[in-house]
């Protein structure tokens, strides 16, 4: 079993304690925000400033990644988004708050390029598609325990003490990091003199192989936050009349299904390759959400979300399964970079146009934008050859 591997249990836990922390966070940061008697839009200015500062520092994460390493690189990320979200919670004045929350943004582009960076180096290629099932698994997991969590510490405590909470968490998985996960190995000190981050840089971008797999991550996480994060709730509450309970019970349906078919479809593309894989659960996605805007009523609709759930969570281990096949080892950090960097520029544009194309042409055509990026995606599978090699 890959979950042997005790530094991978670690990942595993950090992973889902970090998430836990994040969902604990999430839903109380809006009514945070309008506690300093800001408007409605300038509330969302608070949630969307930390998004734009991890987009704005992937490219620079990466570099860092690989000349400090994953281990000093992981804890001094944690600690700084530690420090941010203490932060946010004194600000004495709203704009303050915007500042605190949206340096935590870097702190987090710098995390998860250590963390994934340390994935490709421990994990072998024939079982990188299993460890993302199992790291994507940990990562919902820990959103979806964060949320209720989050709600009752708030209630309990008030408003800024799930960033505490936050706080104290990422401070602790910084100690657990330090004493049970050692640095992998890395290249000769000799080779790291030869190549400087400005080339190791230029060395990814050249890399045909993974700017593909970046456009593949930039479709998937578009489709993700078009479709879950907008879209989703706007059709249940608008033209199906649902119910903000409801809506939370659709999607807990589509993360379970998600979650069930995540680390099958990993075995799959460790067993078969990636490409079939790819291939078939891209197709699978495309045709299932085009079909989301279809439906009549609340069954037909929560049948279909448990459907999106199985093609999303198929799909969803195959970028950075081929991400692992293709950067390379002294530049993992850089490759890791470029790939979350295209990810996150999908999940800042993804919303904005799903949102211009609803008030235009409606929900059916808005579901269809949703996942455009993955049929261009689909059609370059079709012509890219398998990733994986097999020893």
């Given amino acids: 079993m890959i979950i042997r591997d005790p530094a991978l249990r670690v990942i595993m836990l950090v992973v889902f304690v970090i998430m836990l922390g994040f969902g604990i966070v999430a839903p109380i940061l809006p009514l945070f925000a309008r506690s300093f008697g800001v408007s ?41 988004v530690a420090g941010s979200s203490a932060l946010t919670a004194v600000a004495p004045n709203y704009p303050l708050a915007v500042i605190f929350r949206a340096a935590g943004g870097a702190g987090s582009a710098l995390l998860f390029a250590a963390l994934y960076s340390y994935l490709l180096k421990i994990v072998p290629a024939e079982r990188m598609a299993r460890a993302s099932g199992l790291f994507y698994g940990a990562f919902n997991v820990g959103i979806i325990v964060g949320g209720p969590l989050g709600g009752a510490i708030a209630g309990q405590f008030g408003l800024r003490a799930p960033l505490y909470f936050y706080a104290g968490v990422l401070v602790v998985s910084a100690v657990v990091f330090r004493r ?84 099958p479809a990993g075995a799959l593309a460790d067993r078969l390759g990636r490409k079939p894989v790819a291939i078939s659960t891209f197709a699978w996605l495309v045709v299932i959400i085009s079909l989301i805007g ?42 890791v970079g470029v790939f979350r960097f295209a990810g996150d520029l999908g999940m800042t544009i993804g919303p904005l146009a799903v949102g211009l194309t609803t008030n235009a042409l409606g929900f059916k055509a808005a579901f269809m934008i949703a996942v455009l990026p993955c049929f261009l995606a689909l059609l370059d599978l079709l012509r890219m050859r398998e990733t994986l090699k097999r020893a």
């Fill in 40 to 80: 409605y839009g300038a509330a969302g200015l608070l949630i969307s400033a930390f998004a734009f500062t991890r987009l704005a520092f992937d490219l620079f994460a990466g570099p860092v990644v690989d000349r400090w390493g994953e281990q000093r690189s992981s804890i001094a990320a944690l600690l700084f």
């Fill in 294 to 335: 279809f439906s009549p009523n609340r069954a037909i609709f929560f049948l279909v979300m448990g459907a999106v759930g199985t093609a999303t969570g198929s799909s969803a281990v195959i970028p950075t399964a081929m991400l692992g096949d293709v950067a390379a080892e002294g530049s993992s950090g850089t490759a």
């Fill in 180 to 263: 049970f996960v050692p640095d992998p190995p890395r290249a000769a000190p000799a080779e790291l003199r030869e190549t400087t981050s400005r080339e190791r840089f230029i060395s990814v971008l050249k890399n045909q192989a993974i700017l593909r797999v970046a456009i593949l991550n930039f479709a998937y996480l578009w489709m993700i936050v078009a479709v879950y994060d907008t879209l989703m709730p706007l059709f249940a509450r608008y033209r199906l009349g649902m119910s903000p309970e409801t809506i939370g019970a659709v999607l807990a349906v589509a993360l379970v299904t998600e979650m069930v078919v995540m680390y």
